[in-house]
């Protein structure tokens, strides 16, 4: 795999969204405050976040930087149709795997990933509350059993970036709450909530009769 170059100048790039990241933590502290909510607010700071986001990385591709795209939502119409910002799910491509051909919708996935949410008031740590993920601890390739999906029963956002993926990409992928799981709390998931995750595609096949997914 071929990891991105130039990551100073990629961290330059990326300062607005941190420091609109930032922004939006002290915000959610403050309110915390005075109203005591882990999660004040919390379906509007999302729509702020990415709102920024996707204005953030049609800039970045407008500038010629390839490591940044907006991929529209697969299960909206191709044509006819004025696409809105949470129509998109925002990727950035950490690095390039070996592979030419993407999944389909009928077939299964392995992946490795952490599933993130925003910063928000009360929840250890400045990067967002981690939700879920398929490895404990850091990242190791020799050691981490990918999990195996069924791409068609997944949330419309982690579909619409898995199916675009090769095998052995590494992104980042942000999904807006109206790709993921709406306005509703799903688990340890609040309702309005943008979905980060580290994602890498290890391998995919078409579904077969016994596959668990």
């Known amino acids: 795999m071929t990891a991105i170059k130039n990551p100073v100048q990629r961290m330059l790039r990326l300062l607005p969204l941190c420091l609109a990241a930032l922004s939006l933590l002290l915000t959610s502290c403050k309110e915390q ?124 956002g982690f579909i619409t970036a898995v199916m675009q993926m090769h095998k052995g990409d590494h992104w980042r992928v942000y999904v807006p709450y109206q790709l993921g799981y709406g306005t509703l709390t799903s688990g340890k998931i609040p309702g309005g909530s943008t979905l980060i995750f580290d994602l890498r595609l290890e391998d995919f096949w078409h579904k077969k009769k016994g596959d668990s997914n």
């Open 33 to 156: 405050d005075d109203n005591g909510e882990e999660f004040p607010n919390w379906q509007h700071q999302n729509d702020v976040f990415y709102g920024r986001l996707v204005a953030d990385a049609r800039e970045f591709k407008a500038s010629g930087d390839l490591h940044w795209d907006l991929i529209p939502s697969y299960s909206k119409p191709a044509s006819g149709y004025a696409y809105q910002y949470y129509d998109y799910v925002v990727v950035e491509k950490l690095e390039d795997g070996e592979g030419t051909t993407s999944p389909l919708l009928t077939d299964t996935v392995e992946v490795h990933y952490v599933g993130k949410l925003i910063p928000s008031a009360d929840k250890y740590k400045a990067d967002g509350m981690e939700f879920d993920r398929s490895y404990p601890g850091v990242f190791d390739s020799a050691v981490a059993t990918p999990s195996k999906l069924g791409v068609a029963g997944l949330i419309n």
